[in-house]
């Protein structure tokens, strides 16, 4: 009788000098949904490229089927059943779903009997409840739905073990739901689910047991109900939760930075009005859909507004370009750093000084690396930026490490106006604390910071004022201090809420 889907026993993983797993023993059991928790550079990635044969290990066993097993590459631990998913989902978006699901078949010979991939494709659609057009290109799906295909191809291979990594990390919460179900009855049908996420609501939601790492070190591993939330932050961070999110006092002072009145883009949002004061942080809340990326945008001259006026202070403006929105003292910190914030290839140092490339280059065109070197590696130092040098590649970082980098480029513009959209989404909770220190820091210095967040936590404890919109207009703006999740989703949804939002 097999006691394990998959064990990993006194795992260590060296790349040089570095350590990033140590001594990490886990056992998953067919049919649970065990999930695995950490701070960026925790060690998760190292160990889940070991269980998926992507990298050897230095030192320990891996057992499937009660044998210990060596991993040449990820064919061989595909052939025991063992899948990664990952947040960015690997599909070729020229081929269609049907051969998406099938692109990895090594049974079906030298012909293709595309009736029987059909049918098998159906049946497999229909063992994880859901129902979309098969023929359509992949390209075309969405990414809730590419994910699926890839769990249903997992399945096509008859899978025992499924990673998955993040990934509800940028799906709206009707997807993300749709999602945890679908581990749900991966997990009735006796798949062991790897989950990693830091949303630990979902973690409590859908987890049977979990594993924290710190470091590379195993912590512990224990009943999802014999934990709670601030028992895992403890132990993923190394201290006590304290005041992580505690609500700041404002700062705020008299004068107005930015104005927004009746500012509108056909189609898109309609009157939307607010001020944001030296000091304050003003923070737009709101579901999927209801356009608060859009007003940034306009804002920040990406795509400007149609209609309505914005003042810097005290002086109206007509802000085309993000350029001009620069010249202007704003600065946009976008919600997607990978493709819209930073380029991932270069180093920190590169990447640090995009926003501001002009001071570093000399009357006669000639870069100044060294003054160059010296700005990131102040930024280093003051955002705790983990990392061997600011030579170091941006790729190599972890999310949160990537973040501070994008926030380095805007901070070292020494702006006014700092435009914050979904700042911590996709990072653990120390990393997130780091950030939200950087925005009150930012804010107290006699910043204006206006904030968009999906985590209603980081909302009641980041703002001054809590702005709130819904499919393109403007609900309403509660006061910080009186804000609370019941009133922010009353407005957010259109409709009276009876209970507090959990």
Known sequence: MISSALEM?????????????????????????????????????????????????????????????????????????????YQEPMVFPDLDVIENIFISDKK???????????????????????????????????????????????????????????????????EARQLRNIAKTLKAEGVAVVYISHRLEEVFEIADRVTVLRDGQFISTRDIGDVTTDSLISEMVG???????????????????????????????????????????????????????????????????????????????NIQTPRQAMKLGIAYV?????????????????????????????PWGILKRKAELSMAETFRERLNIRAPSVTTNVSDLSGGNQQKVMLAKWLNMRPGILIFDEPTRGIDVGAKAEVHKIIHDFAAEGGSVLL????????????DRVLVMREGRQMGIFDGDSATQLSIMNYATGQNITREVA
Do not use: W
């Not at 057992?63 to 025991?80: G, S």
């Open 239 to 317: 201290r006590e939760v304290g005041e992580f999110f505690a609500r700041v006092p404002s700062k705020a002072r008299d004068n107005v930075r930015l104005r927004v009145f009746n500012l509108a883009r056909e189609g898109v949002f309609e009157s939307i009005s607010f001020d944001v004061r030296a000091g304050e942080i003003l923070c737009m809340a709101g579901l999927i859909g209801a356009r608060r990326t859009d007003v940034a945008l306009s804002i920040f001259g990406i795509a400007p507004a149609t209609s309505g006026e914005i003042e810097v202070a005290g002086k109206k403006v």
């Open 108 to 174: 079906s010979g030298a012909f293709v009997n595309r009736r029987k991939m059909r049918s098998d494709a159906q049946t497999l659609m229909q063992r994880l409840g859901l129902s979309f057009d098969l023929e359509r290109d992949a390209r075309s799906l969405t990414l809730a739905e590419q994910q699926t295909v890839e769990i249903a191809r997992a399945l096509s291979m008859d899978a025992k073990v499924i990673v998955m990594d993040e990934p509800t990390a940028s799906l709206s919460a009707h």
């Open 452 to 463: 968009i967040s999906s985590d209603l936590p980081e909302v009641l404890a980041l703002a």
């Open 334 to 362: 976008s919600e997607d750093r990978r493709k819209l914030g930073l380029l991932l290839p270069m180093p920190i140092f590169a990447n640090a000084s995009l926003a501001t490339l002009d001071r570093y280059i000399s």
């Open 9 to 85: 026993r006194d795992i260590s993983k060296n790349f040089g000098a570095v350590k990033a797993l140590s001594h990490f023993t886990i056992a998953l059991k067919p049919g649970e949904i065990h999930a695995l928790v950490g701070e960026n550079g925790a060690g998760k990635s190292t160990l889940i490229k070991i269980m998926t044969g992507v990298h050897p290990p230095t030192s320990g066993e891996i057992i499937v089927n009660n044998r210990p097993i060596t991993f040449k590459n990820t064919q061989d631990a595909r052939d025991l059943g063992i899948v990664a998913i």
